[in-house]
């Protein structure tokens, strides 16, 4: 099944600047980006190319989709691997949905004594469960199972240039 395009690959690279130019405005003196995996990781590669301040890279990977549903339960499966305590982070998500992975993240990270703000692709608050609203948003979308520029459905799509939704 091809998915249906809803933001094509020349409007995700316009967005990707501008998001670029603001962090790095807020950031003059740099960051580290914490890419959570694995729907982040190729907005993330986009994004840190494009900033135009000192920025080290690190992973996380938390669990809590089955299909197309999230469980609720965020398990943390790959914790980050540098040093967090007293720097400024920045949680780099493909998709903020019901909010319960990005706000489990942020207090991770907080507890840890960080400054955490949130950078996502694509945020769909009207599926919010928690109260939490990103630092930074490429495109708010209504509520589509969307796939492409690195979301799957069962690990299928990721590589699509493009963010595109799937039809029932």
Do not use: H
Request: proline share 5%.
């Amino acid at each position: 099944m091809k998915p249906i395009t809803l933001i094509a690959e020349s409007q995700i690279k316009d967005k990707i600047q501008e998001l670029a130019g603001i962090i790095s405005a807020d950031y003059p003196d740099g960051l580290i980006a914490v890419g959570v995996l694995k729907g982040a990781f190729i907005f993330m590669a986009d994004l840190v190319r494009a900033l135009r301040v000192p920025c080290n890279c690190d992973f996380v990977k938390v669990a809590s989709y089955k299909g197309k549903e999230s469980s609720g339960k965020i398990s943390l499966e790959l914790p980050p691997s540098l040093s967090v305590s007293e720097k400024k982070i920045l949680l780099v998500e493909d998709i903020v949905d019901t909010g319960l992975t990005i706000s489990w993240l942020k207090d991770y990270f907080s507890k840890m004594g960080a400054e955490v703000k949130v950078c996502c692709l694509l945020d769909k608050p009207s599926r919010r469960k928690v109260d939490i609203s990103p630092d930074y948003t490429g495109f708010a979308i209504e509520d589509y199972f969307v796939v492409g520029y690195g979301l799957d459905f069962n690990e299928e799509y990721r590589s699509l240039p493009y963010i595109g939704y799937l039809k029932e």
